[in-house]
Structure formats: C-alpha cells, structure tokens
C-alpha cells in the first residue's frame, strides 16, 4: 500500500501523494525510470567503439536497471499480474531491445566473430529466458538474484556450456 510504501522511505503519506496521485502512478513512474536505464545502456553498448565486440554484446545481453538499485525479484512478476498496460512498456521494449541485438549479431557474423545462428533462434532463447527469469519463486528458490541470473543467460548465449579447454572455469 501507499501507507506502507511511505513508512519504508521514512515520509509522509502526505508527501508521496504530493508527487504521485495514485500507486499505479507511482508504478509507471518506477517502469519507466527502468526502461529508460536500459536504453541508456543499450545504447552505450552500442555505439561505445572503445569496447571490443564481445564486450559490447554482453553488454546489450546482460544490461540491468542500474538507477534504482537492487530491483526486488518480484516487481516484475507483479507487473505482469496487476499492471498489464506496464508490463507491456516492458515487452515492448525488449522487443527494441532485440532489434539491436540483431543488428550486432549480424555484424559479428559478418566479421566472423560469432558463428552464423538464425537471429529467430538466439531471439526465442534469449527473450524466453529473460521472461521466465522474472518468476521470483524461481530466483528465491535457487538463491539467485536477477542481475547474476541475467549476466548467466548473457554468457551461455555467448559461450555456451562446453569448455574450450580444462583450465576454462
């Protein structure tokens, strides 16, 4: 509730209903301080040119809200439950968020630097991975936090699970 929410900052009821008329403001206020995190990030990852290429891939696969601190696992799950109209700002923008993916995937086939896989395939994997990744019985279950999760998914779309050699980790 709005009551609880207050006592947890340490205001008034009163002040944050002075900045946010309703919860659901305050929520749509919160995804998309999110979504614009992420996007900065993309693209930093993008256009850094000083980064090499897998660099900069892992940064776009593994990009985490950075601005509002540890996001609790629950948020999204709740999203997708009670604010529908919220949850699709987050679809949607992975969606975008896909576009650009494939658009550097391809350059890495290109140049040689990844091997030639359907961008549809990679795509499936890596958005499905991401959704079933906000199931916060999942990460409370296996002791996982969102970002360590995603960075997980980012390197096993990039390397795999074999090890090139025994001194791989």
Excluded at 3 to 16: C, D, E, F, P, V
Aim: net charge negative.
């Amino acid at each position: 509730t709005m009551s609880n929410l207050a006592a947890r900052l340490g205001i008034s009821k009163r002040t944050l209903y002075e900045n946010f008329s309703s919860k659901e403001e305050l929520i749509a206020a919160i995804t998309d301080t999110i979504i614009a995190d992420l996007t900065n990030q993309d693209q930093e990852a993008c256009q850094n040119t000083s980064l090499d290429f897998n660099d900069r891939f892992k940064a776009m696969l593994a990009a985490y809200p950075k601005s509002m601190g540890p996001v609790n696992n629950r948020f999204a799950y709740d999203l997708q439950l009670y604010m529908p109209a919220e949850w699709k700002k987050i679809e949607d923008y992975l969606e975008v968020k896909w576009q650009n993916i494939e658009i550097l995937m391809r350059q890495g086939i290109e140049e040689g630097l990844l091997k030639s896989t359907n961008p549809a395939v990679v795509k499936k994997i890596f958005i499905g991975s991401i959704k079933e990744l906000f199931d916060h019985k999942f990460l409370l279950n296996n002791n996982i936090i969102s970002s360590d999760a995603i960075i997980n998914v980012a390197e096993v779309i990039m390397f795999g699970l074999v090890k090139k050699s025994s001194d791989d980790k």
